[in-house]
């Protein structure tokens, strides 16, 4: 696992009514700061990546659909520097992933249907300065190839 990320398995608590599951508490180990929440969404197959930040620590969870979601730890100070670490969350595994500042992520929606994703950042969107690096999805500066792996 790449230095600080932090893969929490969710509970679900379902019961006549419907179901539960808490994402983000203030009392989590995990909880820095509040910034803001929001909603994103993802089309079957599509590719939203790559990016990090400098400050900011994202908290994300799919809801619906399903992510191949992907880190790569591009901070040179860090034990786990040039290491990828790939996740797939979402309605079938729920999971809140911690992703600290300088580790660039991304992920496809790997569902027949699109993905509902969550992230509680740390940090509130600059929108004059965004906190956020970028590079194309397929950039060979991270050792990543999206292909489903078959077989």
């Not at 599951?21 to 590719?47: A, K, N, S, W």
């Not at 990543?144 to 077989?151: E, P, Q, V």
Request: charged share 20%.
């Amino acid at each position: 696992m790449i230095n600080g990320v932090i893969v929490q398995p969710l509970r679900v608590i379902p019961d006549e009514r419907g179901r539960v599951m808490e994402i983000l508490r203030r009392d989590d180990p995990v909880f820095h700061q509040f910034g803001q929440c929001y909603l994103t969404t993802t089309y079957p197959g599509v590719v939203k990546a790559w990016h990090c930040h400098h400050l900011q620590t994202d908290q994300i969870c799919a809801v619906k659909g399903m992510l191949k979601l992907v880190m790569y730890d591009a901070r040179p100070d860090s034990p786990t520097h040039g290491e990828v670490h790939e996740l797939f969350i979402g309605e079938h595994q729920p999971t809140r992933v911690t992703i600290p500042p300088g580790v660039f992520h991304g992920w496809k929606c790997i569902s027949t249907k699109e993905a509902l994703v969550i992230n509680c950042p740390s940090e509130l969107y600059n929108y004059a300065q965004p906190d956020e690096h970028r590079l194309p999805w397929n950039s060979a500066e991270v050792p990543y190839d999206w292909a489903a792996k078959m077989g």
